[in-house]
């Protein structure tokens, strides 16, 4: 019987995404707490219901500073950070512009370009203030509102894999709606086998698989959450400064990091660049790996320093960088 033939798995929905826990012993009940504790952290952090801390500080908008509990400010001053980095398209205060696209939600249609433009100023990330010691946020105009669902799967992955550890758990793998953390990997095999999905195709339909142990495997894609219009496709992740859909040359960007939090930043950063651009940010972040997918069929990795990754779709050729070709 191989390694993973002994894993339990575990299933729920939380977040509006599937979750599942793979363990090597049954234990029902601390899967059951697994996902005790991401609700929690749900509860926190959504911007979909009424009430949250997140929702808290977007009501108070242009009024007053709003108290958050430590584990929310350090998320928030994370995603300020990620914000302000220089050329990022990544924005926490996209907000207003999710909120009236409704990607992936109920409703979604194009919004009239001079909405988006009349939205644009509302998503400044310089307009947040953020005081450490009151642990407190503040948006200064009204109208503005922080999102966070670019990295609270990635924040959540790494609570669960810390709540993992303090319960003597030595090897898991969660997957939060394909935010994919690990601890260590099945013994005696080449480690966690993930696959990476291919766009647009049957939902198990596999560009390859990518191999880790102990590590964070995070992608961003454009085929996640969309709606087409007049042969159009509109995604999920939008351009700070236009507020539409960001086009660029890729289908999906994965990143191999230890913490997932730093994988669900970089892939929206590295979205964001592109692959020349993307590929220069990795040679100051040797702790990164990534794997671009572009819509010409290429997959080309940075590196294969933290994982292996196995090609198994002939449609895709694969490129592996070297210093000199960076
Ligand atoms: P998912 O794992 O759900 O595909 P991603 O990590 O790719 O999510 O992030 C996409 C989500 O991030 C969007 O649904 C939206 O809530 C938010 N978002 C969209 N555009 C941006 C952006 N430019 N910067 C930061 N967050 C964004
Ligand atoms: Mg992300």
Not at 68 to 97: Q, R, Y
């Amino acid at each position: 019987m191989s390694a993973e033939e002994r894993v339990y798995a575990y299933s729920a929905v939380l977040m509006g995404s599937p979750i599942l826990l793979k363990l090597f012993e049954h234990d029902e009940a601390l899967a059951a707490r697994v996902f005790r504790l991401i609700k929690q952290y749900e509860i926190l952090l959504t911007v979909n219901r009424p009430q949250s801390e997140v929702m808290s500080i977007n009501q108070a908008a242009g009024l007053h500073p709003v108290k958050v509990s430590p584990p929310v400010f350090d998320l928030i001053a994370c995603a300020h950070a990620a914000s302000l980095f220089p050329e990022s398209l990544f924005n926490f205060t996209i907000g207003p512009l999710v909120k009236r696209w409704k990607i992936g939600f109920r409703g979604d249609s194009i919004p009239p370009a001079e909405e988006i433009e009349a939205l644009l100023p509302l998503t400044d990330p310089r307009q947040v203030l953020l005081d450490k010691e009151a642990c407190t946020v503040f948006l200064q105009q009204k109208g503005m509102e922080i999102d966070l669902g670019a990295i609270a799967k990635g924040y959540i992955a790494d609570r669960v894999r810390d709540y993992l550890q303090r319960e003597g758990v030595t090897q898991a793998l969660i997957n939060l709606g394909g935010n994919i953390q690990t601890l260590s990997g099945p013994p005696e095999e080449a480690g966690w086998g993930i696959g990476l999905k291919k766009p647009f195709a049957a939902p198990d339909a596999l560009i390859g698989v990518i191999n880790v142990r102990g590590k964070s495997v995070v992608t961003s894609g454009i085929y996640e959450r969309y709606f087409e219009l007049n042969n159009q496709r509109y995604h999920h992740i939008l351009d700070p400064r236009s507020g539409y859909p960001l086009d660029n040359e890729l289908l999906s960007v994965t990143v191999i990091s230890e913490d997932s939090i730093e994988g669900d930043i970089a892939t929206t950063l590295l979205y964001g660049m592109g692959v020349e651009k993307g590929l220069a940010y990795l040679h100051t972040r040797p702790e990164l790996e990534a794997i671009f997918v572009t819509k010409a069929g290429k997959v080309i990795c940075s590196s294969q320093r933290l994982s292996s990754f196995t090609l198994l779709d002939s449609e895709f050729q694969p490129e592996i960088v070297t210093d000199k070709t960076v």
